[in-house]
């Protein structure tokens, strides 16, 4: 069960308002209630004692006896040259794609979206902000007999406009080549809120990405892909507010105005593709499956997988009893990462166009080969046993930044259906200067050629995508503070 | 040795012109010369006695000794629900991106390209127009221990304007995963053609895609790549020559005409995306490495690999003895297609704008499932002993197209390094009506749209960007015939 702070932290966030069209609930309030009619009781169990699930003879790799959903399996790096030149690690193979999907709604002119209250074993604080639909292709097949998963038919076969529709990939020190189709739908007919479902004005629910654990990955991967809408995105007016201010320094207008494609930018989009063509042909990195019971370094005991240092993750199983979800019980094997990641976007303003900091970045699982990820994105604790020049660059200035140019600052938590408390702090940094002229794996790019990007599968990783939906969160007029001492 | 065609079949082609800045000599003479200098023996030699390759004793996969280069491996295909529900097959394992690159040097404002004449072992007719630079990572990591590549250092280090930059796939049938980097960079200094170099103008190497296996697949498809030329593309002009025309109905003023980003479309880019992204996501492929000994049906005997019904293909092992190639000679094994494919795109006005009827075809080696292919591509004597509802849509009206609706229609071999005699008729076929109105893998996309999506990866096969240089070639006014009857 959610341990909701008490409404006072939230600075009133949660206090019911009248929306034109729409009548918003407090959301913590509705996501309590649900997560009391789907209590969710978790308990971590040995690998061996998993209902369902075996390890392979041979391999050790660990499997549903169905075939279907997914396996851990081994995966074995080399990349010469390196300062780690090279590592074996346990997997999580899911070759099938899934669709994450929102439902968009103007309501008098306002964008709401179709927001699902959902659980997952692996959430820290129970229920989150889901989108509309977050369906592995088993679960559309029925793999595991639970119920239908409610409005799939519009994303299968939409009918209205569709807004985003792109491919993506995830975690890809943890997925081998996952990818997910990322959707946005809009619909022009009425279409009800089942249960555990409301309509919720985009303005609004791009403020809760500041509440710690509250917006789920799914949500912020899917939010990212939506375009800047036509005529610009007031976010919902409210009978007794003022007009539009920020209190940022200007930052948030300048977020706004630097999604226009027609803002400039340091380097042409030509000149960006050129560049990560490059990294991507002349990274040397091979990652080749290997069975699991062959990765070195990792250990099997006390039902567990871990790494013989204590770092980087563990592979654990648990045991998962629902009141509300499709089916009522189950086990699986799980990710479970070793400390909080720090994920951050050290962002410039050139010539009054805001750019962020994109990092050429190597995961193993990744389709092709290298993504662009955020200026900074690693756990702090697994570099420190290493030298130095091992250590993610500007991790230091991220750790160190002054309060005051901290745009963006919240704990966000990762797919809860496979990994088990698995967080990232997430940080916007706005930064003067380059702290980093000429390096070849850094480059500067404006935001609205993130959103251009966004078009096309594989460009920004799963991190980026969050850190761009935040970016775009405070593109918002603020009304008032989300979080106190947050903003 | 090159059996070249008397010089009347290519109706003065060849004839020494002036041309400002530079001297056209004639390409066939020149092609021929250097394949005195550069002889290349190929001899047939069974798979046990190749030289520096060995069969894995475990799997069976077809290695080199230095474990670099490429493999043999297997490959288990699954398709629940079509026609053919599953097979196995040999595929070419080459994870190493290499570089495909031409050189672009404006003369007079005349673009010019430097041209190589290379021969490659599986070459039909011996050497063939290519890249300024057609490199593997084996090739400049100097693991065969053979010269330097010439110009390279000019795609890796680009000094001048890069014009194309983009990772593309290759025969996904025969490859598993392979990409290549297709690179223009235009250069303003003066770049001296080596020996076996030269610089020809752009029109005079796109006239050239119409003679039969001289233009090689690798310059087709940077080709393909490189965008619409800043003020138009005039290509040469002549002393003794008149203002452009086109003898073709108007065909390739239109094609001219829809090059240009603002001429409209059928569907926008957004749903076309949006299209692709649906069929990446719901085609139900599984393609899985398996053990070469173990692919089915599939039988090693006579010092070769052939399937048990004759078609598809024979994986073969040659001896290549070399003049003047890196080194002096090499063994390796190769893939030798059964029978001379069909690649073919219907093209229509659509208010005034050519499209092309693009296919979303599944190919087990893709990097994700699913690429844009021609409408028609397939060997036709591998369907003849399948029932019709097997065999490839449009295949019979391709087969049967007037002569008169041929606006393009050359055989044009593939890549010689590694595919022995593989030779596909290209075709362009207009038609007035739409022949699969509403059919769900197949999309109207304009030529412009075309060029859009090569800024990006793996949208468009390998044969349709062949095909796409094809059109880029039709829109250029005709000078003379290029090959009698052809056009």
Known sequence: ??????????????????????????????????????????????????????????????????????????????????????????????????????????????????????????????????????????????????????????????????????????????????????????????????????????????????????????????????PDLDGGEPGPRWDDEPGPRWDDGGFGAAVARSRDPRAGARHGLPELLSWLSGMRSTVDVHARPVPLNQVRRWRRADGRIAHESGRFFEVIGVRVEAGGREVTSWSQPMIAPVGTGVVAFLVRRIDGVVHALAHARVEPGYTDVVELAPTVQCTPGNYDHLPPAARPPLLAEVLAAPPGRVRFDTVLSEEGGRFYHARNRYQVIEVDDDPLPGHPAFRWIALHQLDELLRHSYYLNVQARTLNACLHALAQPVREPVIAGVR
Chains 1, 2 share one sequence.
């Open 1 to 226: 069960m959610r341990p909701l702070p008490p409404r006072d932290s939230f600075g009133g966030i949660g206090r019911p308002r009248r929306c034109e069209g729409c009548v918003i609930i407090d959301v913590h309030d509705w996501l309590r209630a649900v997560a009391g009619l789907t209590s969710m009781r978790v308990t971590r169990v040995p690998l061996e004692e998993l209902a369902g699930w075996r390890a392979d003879p041979a391999t050790g790799d660990l499997r549903h006896a169905s075939g279907g959903f997914f396996a851990v399996e081994g995966l074995d790096v080399r990349r010469p040259g390196w300062a780690v030149p090279g590592w074996s690690q346990p997997i999580i193979n899911q070759p099938e794609a899934g669709i994450l999907g929102i439902l968009l709604r103007r309501v008098d002119g306002v964008p709401h979206l179709l927001m699902q209250a959902k659980n997952e074993p692996g959430n820290p604080e129970g229920a989150q902000l889901s989108p509309t639909v977050q369906a592995t292709r088993s679960n559309y097949t029925r793999l595991h007999r639970g119920r239908a998963v409610p409005y799939l038919e519009l994303f299968r076969r939409p009918r209205g406009r569709v807004l985003a529709d792109v491919r993506q990939s995830e975690q890809g020190a943890w997925f081998y080549r996952k990818r997910n189709r990322n959707m946005v739908v809009e619909v022009r007919e009425d279409v009800e809120a089942a249960e555990g479902f409301r309509w919720l004005p985009l303005g609004r629910v791009r403020e809760l990405l500041s509440v710690p654990d509250l917006v789920n990955m799914d949500a912020r991967t899917v939010l990212a892909c939506l």
